[in-house]
């Protein structure tokens, strides 16, 4: 082999070399560069780049990897795990710390919309320019801005945790512009917003104590649906006209609020506690003491 470059590091040398060997298929004799380096391990590397490479790109990624060296996240290439293998770790990391329902839209989205782009991509060819026409690959199949910045957020999450796990030593997604434009909830999407003479029609058209109870609480309120659901006669504070949020029922099961502030107090007017009143009386006796029972006394499920 033939030197072509040295950078030295103590006794260790880093450089690019010549290597001849014969072509199998053709039989003929051919020559390609080879970086030599060591290892953040101090393990003695040999990299063979493809025929045609040229010196400046040789130097180039010598650079590269010399930088991978020095900040630790150095890997042969036949190590470096796929975008596929390394979102299939971070779901099971994320499946510890939260719900479900939600890990089930986090497995979905990333099977759905990120492995058919990214799947076999290595790692580390994850950069600003493939993340981008991901973006713009999305817009051009007409997903809407929502849908594609719940996917930079994942996106995001799976590279930060590449980052920490020491696979890349910086998360391309920060440097990706998020698509700006109207959200879900606009006229477009099909949403709308009642006024308040709307509202006041609406509940004079709901049938049932219990149904004009709950849709009553729900507007006056704030509160979330799976947090209505959830609601006990325990968590009503009669004395102060307030009703507090502990739980919230979702696809089957109780779950603790989400955060401190999701835990909270909330002051309710004079209708409505009269409504809770009315509802109270006529409210059948349930085993979990729901204020809003399904016919079978468990909560409603949605």
């Not at 006794?11 to 290892?39: H, N, Q, S």
């Not at 980052?163 to 606009?186: M, T």
């Not at 709901?206 to 006669?233: C, D, H, N, P």
């Not at 909330?266 to 809003?292: R, S, Y």
């Amino acid at each position: 082999m033939t030197n072509l470059q040295g950078e030295s590091e103590g006794l260790r040398v880093a450089c690019i070399t010549k290597k001849k060997y014969t072509d199998r298929a053709t039989g003929e004799l051919r020559e390609a560069l080879v970086i030599d380096f060591y290892d953040q391990h101090g393990k003695r590397r040999l990299k063979t780049l493809p025929v045609g490479t040229t010196k400046k790109a040789a130097r180039k990624i010598l650079h590269e990897t010399l930088k991978e060296v020095e900040h630790g996240i150095y890997l042969p290439d036949r190590k470096i795990p796929t975008f596929k293998e390394v979102a299939d770790r971070w779901l099971e990391y994320k499946k510890m710390n939260i719900r479900e329902h939600t890990y089930e839209g986090y497995q979905g989205h990333v099977k759905n919309n990120l492995k058919p782009f990214f799947g076999e991509t290595k790692i580390t060819r994850m950069n600003y320019n493939s993340i981008t026409k991901f973006a713009a690959h999305e817009d051009a199949r007409g997903a809407s801005v929502h849908h594609v910045r719940k996917s930079l957020v994942l996106l995001t999450g799976i590279m930060k945790y590449a980052v920490r796990q020491r696979l890349i030593d910086a998360n391309p997604v920060q440097e990706v512009e998020k698509p700006k434009g109207r959200s879900r909830y606009d006229e477009s999407d099909g949403m709308d917003i009642l006024r308040p003479d709307e509202i006041r029609r609406f509940l004079d058209h709901v049938e049932g104590l219990k149904y004009k109870t709950l849709f009553l609480l729900t507007i006056l309120s704030g509160a979330r649906q799976g947090e209505i659901l959830g609601l006990m006669w325990s968590d009503v504070d009669w004395f102060n006209s307030q009703v507090i949020i502990r739980r919230t029922f979702q696809h089957g099961r109780f779950y603790e609020p989400k955060s401190a502030t999701s835990r909270r107090k909330i002051d309710l007017g004079p209708t409505v506690m009269t409504q809770l009143k009315k509802w109270k009386l006529a409210c059948p006796p349930n085993d979990l003491d729901l204020i809003f029972p399904n016919d079978e006394g468990k909560p409603i499920d949605r």
